[in-house]
């Protein structure tokens, strides 16, 4: 990282995040491996996966695509991780216009897991109950 810093400096490019993340990436990933994570970020789908495993795969991806991850851009980050979710849980969290990415992964996980312990539990059989008259 002080070489992309000291280009920066001899290139008299401001010093910022966004400036050295961009060089950073120019240096460190070749334009066809960051092409390939580019597209791999934007076909990515929740699928099978808890909203947990589909946040770890989306953050691993999404430093690739600038135009999410910028200062500026949580409205589009979530735009983006809200068209990849499942269909059922998109729906709840779709025109909710949660704007802050933090807020909309939190929101979708608890409704997962919640989703998820509903779901197992009425597999399970739910709660035993006594079916005679007094019990």
């Known amino acids: 990282w002080q ?6 400096i001899v290139a ?3 010093v910022n995040w966004e400036n050295f993340k961009q060089l950073f990436l120019e240096k460190y990933f070749p334009r066809d491996v960051r092409h390939k994570k580019q597209m791999e970020f934007l076909e990515l789908k929740q699928g099978e996966y808890f909203v947990a495993e589909y946040v770890t795969k989306f953050v691993d991806f999404v430093r ?7 200062v500026g851009n ?6 983006k991780f ?3 979710l499942r269909p059922e849980i998109k ?3 779709n025109y909710q216009g ?3 990415y933090h807020d909309l992964v939190n929101k979708c996980r608890v409704y997962d897991e919640d989703n998820h312990a509903r779901i197992t ?3 399970s059989g739910g709660p035993i109950r006594n079916h005679n008259k007094f019990g």
């Open 74 to 79: 949580e409205e589009e980050k979530c735009v």
């Open 64 to 70: 690739f695509c600038l135009m999410y991850d910028g």
């Open 121 to 123: 539990h009425y597999k």
């Open 3 to 8: 070489g992309v810093l000291q280009r920066m």
């Open 82 to 84: 809200v068209s990849g």
């Open 12 to 14: 008299c490019t401001q």
């Open 98 to 100: 949660i704007t802050q």
């Open 91 to 93: 729906q709840v969290f």
